[in-house]
């Protein structure tokens, strides 16, 4: 039982915990998260075309982490940015894209060896650069900036943090026979206890829920929603968090994460099933249009880049510049997709899949 808010946690016990975690509860949610799972790796390693789900699922996923911490982005802005379909941006956008950029090199950084100490320190420095570093100085909590009330002081000092994060690198290749889902959960609030960086440290934390189940062998592509559940449920994802530190109350953490998992997982499913057959339609649709059209690679287009310029077909290979206007062109006339002037150039948006991902609700 710990209850010294101002005070740092400079004992922070290593993982495993000394509390059994894995009860009967989190055993049966584990099975239902880990089934959930299973069909969302089977469905992406079935398909045919990625791109829609790498160039969009991490975008969310981006938004969703930031503005857990307060940084708010429109879905309509981060898809004209994310796409380059308008160039510059706040630092709002910036800090968002750093999100993305932090998750997909996550992914190659996994080819150099296993998730450790030296992954924290880089994914730290992309999110939030000349802060993410390990803090030397004292003064880091967490809680109200303003009135300066503290819910939780982490560790103090470079040594401290750098032996508790090694503690943690431990635990994520010690075989210590926890199911991966739940080694994440624990892993996920070790990390966040240890709060290594002035700034950043909930995003770095959330690029690598994603990770370690990538390293597990449960995702082979950063496809998760994981943050779009955790939005929904930013004061309970808190309060669970605190609870473990107050009262090693790991059920009741373990239990949202795997919630969280099983309900993001299947999201992703019904996304997945959703843009499959709007494609389809779109493929027939622009068939119709006009035989002289490439059907499937503007489709495939469409479905990569929501919104879309003419630059992107031409470096496609599809076609010259005019040519890449015309059709386009056709595609507004027929309907099939929409037209906006941002800045000096024209951009053209997919509204079917644009809304299919607005308007499908976030994960319960």
Same mark, same amino acid.
């Given at each position: ?22 009860? =009967? ?28 789900? /790498? ?17 708010? /982005? ?11 379909? /308008? ?18 090199? #996550?992914?190659?950084?996994? *080819?150099? #060896?296993? %998730? ?10 992309? $999110? ?6 390990? !803090? ?5 909590? $967490?809680?109200?900036?303003? @009135?300066?009330?503290?819910?939780? @002081? ?9 032996? &508790? ?7 994520? !290749?010690?075989? &210590? ?17 240890? &709060? ?16 370690? /189940? ?22 309970? =994802? =808190? ?15 373990? %239990? ?11 999201? @992703? ?10 494609? +389809? ?16 690679? %503007? ?16 470096? +496609? ?12 062109? *056709? ?27 607005? &308007? ?5």
């Amino acid at each position: 039982m710990r209850n010294q808010p101002n005070e740092p946690y400079q004992d922070l016990p290593p993982l495993s915990p000394t509390a059994e975690v894995e009860t =009967y509860a989190v055993l049966k949610a584990n099975i239902d998260a880990s089934r959930a799972l299973a069909r969302l790796a089977g469905a992406c390693r079935r398909l045919a075309d990625r791109d829609m789900l /790498l160039n969009v699922i991490p975008l969310m996923e981006a938004q969703a982490s930031s503005e857990i911490e307060n940084i708010f /982005l429109t879905q309509e802005e981060l898809f004209q940015r994310g796409n380059h379909a /308008l160039p510059g941006g706040s630092s709002s956008v910036r800090e968002v894209l750093r999100y993305r950029d932090a998750l997909l090199s #996550g992914v190659q950084f996994l *080819k150099r #060896g296993p %998730l450790g100490m030296e992954t924290v320190l880089d994914l730290g420095n992309i $999110i939030a650069p000349e802060k993410g570093r390990v !803090h030397t100085f004292p003064g880091t909590f $967490i809680g109200n900036p303003v @009135t300066k009330e503290r819910v939780y @002081t982490p560790p103090q000092g470079e040594e401290v943090l750098l032996k &508790h994060l090694s503690a943690w690198e431990n635990f994520l !290749h010690d075989d &210590h026979g926890i199911d991966p889902l739940i080694a994440m959960a624990l892993a996920h609030y070790q990390f966040e206890a240890i &709060h290594p960086f002035s700034d950043g440290n909930g995003r770095t934390g959330r690029v690598l829920n994603i990770l370690l /189940l990538i390293e597990a062998g449960l995702l082979e592509l950063p496809v998760l929603y994981l943050s779009g559940y955790i939005v929904r449920h930013k004061d309970t =994802y =808190y309060e669970r968090l605190n609870a473990v530190t107050r009262e090693e109350a790991w059920e009741s953490w373990i %239990l949202f994460m795997l919630g969280g998992i099983r309900s993001t997982a299947q999201w @992703t499913l019904e996304l997945m099933e959703t843009s499959e057959e709007l494609r +389809a339609e779109m493929e027939e649709s622009i068939r119709e249009v006009g035989n002289h059209l490439p059907a499937a690679e %503007l489709t495939r287009l469409l479905f990569s880049q929501p919104y879309l310029r003419i630059e992107n077909v031409v470096e +496609a290979g599809l076609a010259k510049r005019q040519t890449a206007s015309v059709w386009l062109g *056709k595609l507004v006339e027929a309907k099939l997709i929409g037209v906006e002037k941002l800045g000096r150039q024209k951009v053209f948006i997919n509204h079917r899949l644009v809304d299919a991902l607005f &308007h499908t609700p976030l994960p319960e």
